[in-house]
C-alpha cells in the first residue's frame, strides 16, 4: 500500500514482481494512475481513487510553490493529505481484506497499521527514506543536513508527530468500525516503536549507513527497482544517442514547477554554455526542449537510458537518485522540495555530484558552472562507476523476502 508521486510507487513495482516469483500473491494498491507500471510484472493492482498530479496541479496544490522553507512546504503537504486521506480510506479496507500480509509505506503506515491491527494482519514498512529519528542527520522531509545531535533527533521525532497528525480525522473512526479501542493521536506510534515494528529500508546502505542509534527491527537492505515494462530505448532516443557524444539527462520527475518555458529556456541555455547535448524529460513539469542538440522525451526507463548519459541532472527524489547511482553517472541534483535536499547533500558527500542547484536557484551560470565540473572531472565519473557497481551487486529485496516469509508463516 503507497500513495503519492510516480516515486512513491515505481520501487515496490520491482518489490513485488520480486515477492511474486518467490511464490506470493501480490496486489499493489495504490493511485489508479500508475496501473500500467504493473503490466507484466505479475502483480496485481488494486487501484484508489484520488489522482497525485490533479492535485498538484490544483490551486492547492499549487500553492506548494510559495513556501520558501522545508517546513512551511510539509506545514502546506500536511494539511493537503489531511483533506484527502479520507477518500482512500473504504479502498484500503477493501484492498486489506482480501489480502494475508500489508507491507506499508512511508505515506500509508499509520493508517495501514491500525486497519492491520483491527483486522487482525500482519504487517510490515517498506520506506523509502530514513524517516525514524536519529543524531546523525536532521529530518530527509525537512531537506536533511546537520542542525546538531540533540536537534537532529528532536526534528525527527516533531516530523513523525506531523505525519501521525495527518490520519488524525480518519483513524479514530477506522478504530471504532473495527472494534479496537480509542487512542490518542501518537499513542499508536509510540506502540508501534515499544514493539520494534519492522521497517525495512529501500536503499543502499552505501549511500545511507543504518543509523547506530535506530532501534532493533529498523532495517536498511539496499535499493528496490522498478519493474521496467520496457527494457529497450524507443528508436527516436537510440537515433539521437547515436549522434553525437553522450548527451546529459534533465528530468524533475513528477515534481511541477511555476513557469515550465522559463526553466526549460534556462537548461537548454546551460547545456549550451557547457558545450553539452540533452535529453530533456517532459514530466509533470512540462519541461520542453527544441533544436538538433536536444531531444525531449515523455518516459524512457532510467534503467536503460541513464548508463548512456554524460550525467543526469534531476530533482533528487529518492527514486531518480537510486536510478543515476545504479547507472554509475556523475549528477548535478536540483532539489525542488522535501527529502531532496537529503538525496543531494548524500550525492555530494559521496563524491558523485560537484554540488547542488536548488531549483528557486538555478540561474544558466550555475547549471552550466555545476554540468562543466561534472563531465570534465574525471574524478566524478570514476567515483560513480566504481559505487554503481557495488550498488548493482546488493540485492535489496532479499531481506524484505525473508521478513516476509517469517511474517507469513
Known sequence: MTAGSRGDVAPYTGLGHRLALAGHEVTLVTHGRFEPLVAGSGVRFHALPVDPRAELESPRGRGLHRSASGTGKLVRVVDMARRLVGRLTEDLLDAARAGDVLLLSASLAPLGHTIAEGLRLPSLGVYLQPLAATREFAPPMLGGGAWGRPVNRLAGQGVGLAVEHVFAGTVPAVRERLGLPRQRTGAARRARERRHWPVHHGFSPLVVPRPGDWRAGLEVGGYWWPYDTEGHLPPAVREFLDAGPPPVFVG??????????RLSARVAAALRRAGLRGVIQRGW???AADGDDMLTVDEVPHSVLFPRMAAVVHHAGAGTTAAGLRAGVPAVPVPVQ????????RLIALGVAPASVPLRGLTVDALSSALARATRDPGYRQR????????????????VLTALDRLAG
Open 252 to 261: 524533475l520527475g513528477s515534481a511541477t514547477v511555476p513557469d515550465a518555458g
Open 285 to 287: 513539469g512540462g519541461l
Open 338 to 345: 522535501f527529502d531532496a535536499g537529503f538525496w543531494a547533500g
Open 384 to 399: 560513480a562507476t566504481a559505487l554503481g557497481a557495488r550498488i548493482r551487486a546488493e540485492d535489496g529485496t532479499a531481506p
